[in-house]
């Protein structure tokens, strides 16, 4: 299995009134993660230290000729995730790779030996020429770089209803 691995660190506004990470924040760890390893972006001072992702293939930013539009979303919380210094690791792969979008897939964990799972997650992306619009199919490009991450999409405990 071929999977990227994005460290996360949390902040103490992502906690709710119950002490754990809210649903809106998880949907922005996702989000920040997503794009930190499938979306390329300009160089900035900041990327001598980074290390490329190797799937990041998209220009995203203003002027980009692509857009992606999220087209469903489901999150199956399987652990309370509080507050810690530490980073969170989001595991992400593609559970299916269409003609213009992708399911990205999600397992949000503990780096430790016990590797607690706290999140499951599963991101329909769609692919949209930004000029017009529409949708977009995958270019030869963008499926060779992504085509190692495919595997079995996320098996939640109860798929939709």
């Known amino acids: 299995m071929a999977r990227l691995r994005v460290p996360v660190q949390l902040r103490w506004s992502d906690v709710d ?5 809210n649903n809106v ?5 996702l989000e920040e993660s997503r794009i930190e390893v499938f979306w390329a972006s300009p160089p900035s ?11 990041a293939v998209i220009d995203a930013g203003p002027g980009a ?3 992606t539009l999220v087209a469903r979303q489901q999150i199956e919380y399987l652990a309370p995730l509080a507050y810690r210094r530490a980073p969170v690791i989001v595991e992400m792969w593609l ?7 992708m399911d990205v897939c999600y397992e949000v964990k503990d780096p430790g030996e016990d590797g607690t799972v ?3 997650a599963e991101t ?9 619009g529409r949708p977009r199919r ?3 490009v963008e499926r060779a770089a992504w085509s190692p991450y495919v595997e079995e999409p996320v098996q939640f405990r109860h798929r939709g209803r």
């Open 95 to 101: 559970g299916h790779l269409g003609g213009a979008s």
């Open 17 to 21: 009134a119950y002490a754990h990470v």
């Open 138 to 140: 995958l270019g030869e």
């Open 25 to 29: 924040a998880m949907l922005t760890i």
């Open 65 to 67: 000729e692509t857009s």
């Open 124 to 132: 329909t992306v769609v692919l949209v020429d930004a000029a017009t």
């Open 118 to 120: 706290y999140a499951r």
């Open 45 to 55: 001072v900041d990327d001598e230290d980074r290390r490329p992702w190797p799937t």
